[in-house]
């Protein structure tokens, strides 16, 4: 079947837009007639039937009918328009705090009305407040279709937006872009009747599912939707499996000889993702794989086996950390465990002196240094490699897709690619926005950890605390101090760590404490953490720059101030930091009093909880992909109308749709992705 390629007309085309319009609509991200189409309802009112005054019920909405019977401006308690309307049932109230002097003639004694509002309690019965208003002339009808409440801009009102999509739907390509072998035994309706039918739903229809969102209106939208994001990162999988990239053999040295001078053995967990990723790199196509896994599973260890495969087979690899710290940190590893299979490891960061860092430019260029570790240093342009054949990526998230497209392009052919995440990413988030990658997931910790107790007490009981914490350091453990914030914001009223730097100082005259936060010169914060790695700090006042990665295992208490203002996988993330060594680990959440009910919700799920799979999904739902899709958002377009938690069904079929349609129907998956991709900017993949 040959189609005609989707129809996506710039709004310039339609004439009866004016550029106002057009303008705004821009500001709502429609840019063309496709978009608009699919620029749904939030909500909906109901028009369709008048109701006599006197079946009015408190709390629902309804359209009425009647006479104005008196109206007055009254100042008493305040200054309201005020009007009776009577129907032949009763009377109504209509209130106006803000009016104009035309409202004022049109609500006169005599008027005939239509009104549609939320019915409350008054002070002489029931009555409107602010209600939309019409005037009844002869011809007045009623509605017949629910009236559609749109998202909007200030400057765009509902009846222009409106009638804007009913040019839409007149004039726009509302042809179908699925073979009806795939929507039909669903059960879903077409896609042109769907789209006709959310925004000028019939009377009949069931209002609350409508609403929710569960019609299969609704569904074969969401469902398409889903569908296109499937296709658009399948299609940019393939896409990747089709361009070269080299082939390690799997390690016959360097690995065994690794694991052999390890304290530990790999756990099940690690076996299985290091055979994952250790198959990927004997393929001809550059390797995607994201590993998973919590905080203080292991990752890096299995990150080190995959650079050894590299390296044995004569290709550099990159290890890239999004903090300063955290990059010494592994760098001081991979020393430990690198040196002994004498292979040469280059350090890069942005605050090198020139010498150090023309030594390592030059080390990486003529490939004698087989192992680069450093931060976003590594991607700038002065960085070359010899034969860069393996990037892995730490804290993936907190890196934007163009970073991780940089360092790509430093190798030739494309380098595979591990990225790897302590923020668990929830199942149904992996399906969807992480399609176009492999997953690996490293799903048990380590023997021998003491499960971390959590504690939240109020801010008022802060002295006990603090007694807490002297007593863990004099006993000669370490302990953290979280403050949120680094400068004074009063509105925020949060704790500067400065401030509380020079308040535990004074507290705590015995004990030697030190002070890290982003602000600091990186060479500081390094000899900061340096001696609270090797135990001359007892106390370690920090803001969140230590959330990732970093490694004490002496450090076993955590106090976390403003616990309330953070979002639950970061202070998860934080927690981390402390529990790993085999003493038994506290984490206090300090909260100011009076939480609010989300907030006490939240903070109970931290409370209750150490996976950080269930955290992350309750964070999922709580807030939204938004905070654990991290960077990664700004390269991938959001979903508007699918919902993950609702919709998972739909989600699971188009994702094992997904493959076959892009071999069987090219032409539709054109077609299909041109419609629903049409709001988006081209996607930029890594
Ligand atoms: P993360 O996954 O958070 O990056 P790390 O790789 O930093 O975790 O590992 C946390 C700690 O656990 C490190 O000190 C590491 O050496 C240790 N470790 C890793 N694997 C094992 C294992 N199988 N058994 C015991 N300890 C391990
Ligand atoms: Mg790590």
């Known amino acids: 079947m040959l189609l005609n390629v989707i129809n996506v007309i710039p709004l310039s085309n339609i004439k009866t837009f004016t550029k106002p319009l057009i303008t705004n609509l821009t500001k709502l991200g429609i840019a063309n007639l496709q978009a608009l189409l699919l620029h749904l309802p939030l909500r909906y009112i109901d028009e369709t039937h008048i109701t006599t005054i006197r079946d009015l019920r408190l709390g629902e909405s309804a359209q009425v009918e009647g006479e104005i019977t008196h109206a007055e401006v009254s100042y008493k308690p305040r200054k309201a328009l005020i009007a009776k309307l009577e129907d032949a049932s009763g009377q109504l109230m209509l209130r106006f705090l803000h009016f104009y002097p035309s409202q004022i003639a049109v609500l006169k004694v005599g008027t005939k009305l239509r009104v549609y509002g939320e019915v409350r309690h008054g002070f002489f019965g029931y009555e409107m407040v602010h209600p939309t208003c019409k005037v009844v002339g002869e011809k007045t009808q009623v509605t017949e279709t629910l009236t559609p409440v749109y998202p909007a801009v200030a400057g765009l009102s509902q009846p222009s937006l409106r009638k804007a999509i009913r040019i839409a739907l007149a004039q726009g390509d509302l042809a179908e872009t699925l073979p009806a072998s795939v929507y039909a035994p669903l059960h879903l309706p077409s896609f042109a009747q769907s789209l006709q039918s959310l925004h000028n739903p019939p009377p009949e229809v069931n209002l609350q599912a409508l609403e929710q969102k569960t019609t299969p209106h609704w569904r074969r939208l969401a469902f398409d939707e889903l569908l296109a994001q499937q296709l658009s990162m399948r299609k940019h999988y393939a896409r990747r499996r089709s361009v070269s990239a080299p082939q390690f053999a799997p390690s016959q040295h360097f690995v065994t000889a690794l694991l052999k001078s390890l304290p530990f053995a790999l756990t099940a967990a690690q076996q299985k993702v290091a055979l994952e990723i250790e198959r990927d790199l004997t393929q001809p196509h550059p390797m995607q794989r994201l590993l998973q896994g919590d905080v203080g599973s292991g990752k890096t260890i299995v990150a080190c086996m995959a650079a050894l495969q590299s390296i044995e087979n004569g290709w550099q690899v990159a290890l890239m950390a999004p903090t300063e710290i955290l990059a010494e940190q592994h760098y001081r590893k991979m020393l430990t465990w690198l040196t002994p299979l004498n292979i040469r490891i280059a350090w890069l960061t942005g605050s090198q002196s020139k010498k150090e ?53 430093k190798g030739q052919p494309d ?35 003491t499960p971390i107790v959590t504690k939240l007490v109020a801010d008022s009981r802060r002295d006990e605390i603090l007694q807490r914490v002297r007593e863990a350091c004099l006993q000669g453990n370490q302990a953290y101090w979280v403050c949120p914030l680094i400068e004074e914001s009063e509105a925020l009223q949060l704790v500067t760590a400065n401030d509380t730097y020079a308040l535990l100082q004074s507290e705590f005259p015995e004990l030697h404490i030190g002070l890290v936060h982003g602000r600091m010169k990186p060479v500081e914060k390094q000899a900061v953490m340096a001696a609270f790695s090797a135990g001359e700090l007892q106390l370690l006042v920090a803001t969140t720059v230590i959330e990732v990665g970093v490694d004490v295992p002496n450090a076993s208490l955590m106090v976390i101030e403003h616990a ?123």
């Open 357 to 409: 860092r023309e030594l390592a430019l030059a080390i990486i260029l003529d490939g004698s240094a087989q192992l680069v570790v450093g931060t976003h240093a590594l991607f700038q342009e002065a960085v070359q490699f010899k034969n860069l054949g393996l990037a892995i990526i730490d804290e993936q998230h907190r890196f934007g897709v163009h970073q991780r497209l940089a360092l790509r392009q």
């Open 415 to 449: 380098p595979h690619q591990l990225m790897m995440s302590a923020t668990p990413i929830p199942r149904t988030l992996s399906m969807s926005y992480y399609a176009d990658l492999d997953i690996s997931v490293i799903d048990a910790l380590p023997p021998g950890r």
């Open 564 to 686: 309330e203002r953070m979002g639950l996988s970061q202070l998860h993330q934080l927690r981390g930091r402390v529990g790993r060594g085999a003493v038994k680990s506290t984490c206090i959440l300090l909260y100011q009093n009076k939480l609010s009910e989300t907030a006490r919700a939240r903070l109970k799920v931290i409370y209750e909880s150490n996976d950080g799979f269930a955290i992350a999904q309750a964070d999922l739902h709580i807030r939204g992909p938004g905070e654990l899709l991290g960077v990664r958002q700004s390269g991938v377009p959001m979903l508007k109308i699918a919902d993950l938690s609702r919709d998972v069904d739909l989600l699971e079929t188009a994702k094992a749709l997904a493959d076959d349609l892009l071999k069987q129907h090219p032409a539709e998956v054109e077609q299909h992705l041109a419609r629903w991709m049409s709001h988006a900017e081209e996607l930029v993949k890594v």
